[in-house]
């Protein structure tokens, strides 16, 4: 059985407000990046290792090289180019892992540093058993549903998760499911194995595990880093 992971980054980072796409923002003295991909690394060193794939736009892998170069990040992984979807670039990580291959593939977000290794573990076991999983959260603020004409009313939240990476398969389920066509309905990859009719399993994520979009959570990433000393 072999573990690999895909870690797709094909953001620009516009909602950061500057000239760097937000994967190769430093936190904490690192680059977001290299901790997402630490991260996998040491919390599968003692389940077997794992594979790691990261999904790159091809303008921006010599910068990563580079980046790689002046951090002295020698981790090892592979570099796929991404695709015009996050579907295709997943497609194109995907495409790494050998067809015959027997085991777990996880497809993370790049701008999740803090993922649990708890989490990981869990997700890439689980996987095991069910064959596609996803960590999620309870959701902990009111939810209101909008209505026709402008209208709302609350929801029950307990009926309600937040969704979180890495979500995991088996890797000739994934494999089949992202032989099919794309449809505008994937919105992530587990979307994509639900279209077989494949049911998917959820199991407990944990808060940290924030995708870094605005300014703010930039913020919030440093003070975990703190956290983490």
Not at 62 to 78: G, I, K, N, V
Not at 212 to 223: F, K, M, N, V
Request: charged share 20%; aromatic share 8%.
């Amino acid at each position: 059985m072999n573990n690999y992971c895909i870690i797709v980054a094909g953001g620009k980072g516009l909602r950061m407000g500057g000239d760097v796409p937000k994967q190769f923002l430093p936190i904490g003295g690192m680059p977001v990046l290299m901790r997402t991909l630490q991260a996998f690394h040491d919390a599968l060193e003692g389940e077997g290792g794992v594979d790691l794939i990261l999904v790159l736009p091809q303008d921006q892998q010599d910068y990563w090289h580079h980046l790689c170069d002046e951090y002295r990040f020698s981790l090892p992984h592979r570099v796929a180019t991404g695709g015009a979807t996050r579907f295709h670039s997943v497609q194109n990580g995907l495409a790494l892992v050998p067809e015959d291959a027997e085991g777990v593939v996880g497809v993370h977000d790049g701008v999740r540093p803090f993922v649990a290794k708890e989490v990981i573990r869990r997700c890439f076991a689980a996987a095991s058993e069910y064959g596609a999983v996803v960590p999620v959260v309870p959701v902990v603020e009111t939810i209101r549903q909008m209505l026709p004409e402008g209208d709302s009313q609350t929801v029950d939240r307990s009926q309600y998760r937040l969704v979180q990476t890495p979500q995991t398969f088996g890797i000739a389920l994934l494999k089949e499911a992202f032989r099919q066509p794309y449809q505008p309905s994937f919105t992530d990859d587990a979307s994509v194995v639900e279209a077989l009719g494949h049911r998917i399993a959820l199991v407990e994520g944990n808060r940290e595990n924030i995708k870094l979009t605005t300014p703010e959570d930039i913020s919030y990433a440093e003070y975990l880093c703190l956290l983490m000393r």
